[in-house]
């Protein structure tokens, strides 16, 4: 097996954040190319020299499993560190435009179901904000299986994202003639609304990747 086939045979047996999986196959393949060097000087063919390199490297089976470890340790890393950002971004976000008069309820104050859904949305946010942050420090911490916490950080996002999103949506449709009123009227409104949605498909996005590196690295 020549050199860029086996590289290309691990690189599709691997799944996690794109850049750091290309480092690591460049880093792999100039290691075989090295390899390949050293034997070329010591008289063996091209062929053969790219053939022992690539058996002194190891199969993709015994390969793989290392590096989809350090892929998913870093991919749920990268979740976490999303999920303990945004999640209390998007709480201080629309605090500040409200307390600011940047987007005031229509019709007087918000009915009392409506509060009480702010309410819990903002509890679920912080829960899910501090969860996020704990699970940031404990990657951190080489004795725990990457899988298994990169699954954690993947779940509270998995769960959060729904969670707020639903509450959202709840809020909206029990004030429905109040909400339209609002986005049609108020520029910043409509502008929030529509930021929020996107942050949300993205946070969803982020979260079905992750556990989907963290399967990867269980399959392995």
Known sequence: MT???????????????RRIRRCMIAEARAGLHDAVDAYRDGGVSAERAEELAVRDFGTVGEVAPS??????????????????????????????????????????????????????????????????ITLLAVTFRRSVPPERLTVAIGLTGAIGAPLCGGISIAMNLVAARSTAHLIMTSPAAAAAFATSALVLVVLIWQSVRTLRVARAAQAH
Do not use: C, K, N
């Open 67 to 132: 590096y989809q470890a350090e892929l998913t340790a870093r991919q749920g890393r990268t979740a976490a560190v999303l999920y303990a950002i945004v999640f209390p971004t998007m709480l201080f976000g629309w605090d500040l435009l409200w307390s600011t008069g940047a987007v005031t309820w229509p019709r007087g104050p918000a009915p009392h179901l409506v509060t009480a859904l702010a309410g819990l949305q903002d509890v679920v946010t912080v829960v899910v904000a501090v969860a996020a």
């Open 3 to 17: 050199v860029a086939s086996h590289l290309a045979a691990l690189d599709g047996a691997l799944l996690g954040p």
